[in-house]
């Protein structure tokens, strides 16, 4: 099986007035192609900064890190940033729509940096819609639309270029329960199309919809659970 992540003997140190701390210390992680993955932890507890390596939205202090057998660990910004928008789709929190945007136009603005066109952009965003059921929405602005309607446009925003890796920092964690459950069978479908997925959560219940459950505390991993 194809490693989409392998990380190994990977820090992230800060230097701070009380001396020096260690958000990440020495972690080890290899993710599978096509491996649904969950990280869990208390606040604190170094999730977060995994998740901004993984994302190349940080670099690590040390160690190394490949994502899909390319070496980012010492990567400049720029190159972090086109590895970002060709490889990686991400779900946040809280959405990060623009209000002035409808639906299909917030789908499509990451397409913009990707280079492609007018038509072909428009297509993708519309089939992305689609595919979490919003194809009556399109048009519809962020105000207009339910939080979980608006945590599906950014799940098609995240997808519509088919990006090899999905990150989902607390998918649900703005949505009520039924909202969320919509969300997580969203989630679980894209995996089972093949869809590589590494989601950060703090709800046990929502972490053992994964794969597999990492749980790391105090900057290392303190545990992986195979849920299925």
Known sequence: MKKMIEI????????????????????HLSVDEGEFVSVTGQSGSGKSTLMNILGCLDQPTAGTYYLDEISV?????????????YLIGFIFQSFYLIPSLNAIENVELPLVYRGIGKKARHRLAEEALCSVGLQNRLQHKPFELS?????????????????KLILADEPTGNLDSRSGQEIMDILKHLHQNGSTI???????????????????????????????
Not at 11 to 24: P, R
Not at 73 to 85: A, K, P
Not at 204 to 228: E, F, L, N, Y
């Open 8 to 27: 190994s003997d990977l820090s992230k140190v800060y230097q701070t007035k009380g001396g020096t701390v260690y958000a990440l210390n020495h972690i």
């Open 73 to 85: 660990s010492s990567m400049r910004e720029s190159s972090l940033s086109n590895l970002r928008n």
């Open 147 to 163: 939080g979980g309607q608006q945590q599906r446009v950014a799940i098609a925003r995240a997808i519509a270029a088919s990006p």
């Open 198 to 228: 590494i989601m950060i959560t703090h709800d046990p219940v929502v972490a053992r919809m994964a794969q597999r459950c990492i749980t790391i505390s105090d900057g290392k991993i303190q545990s992986t659970a195979v849920i299925r």
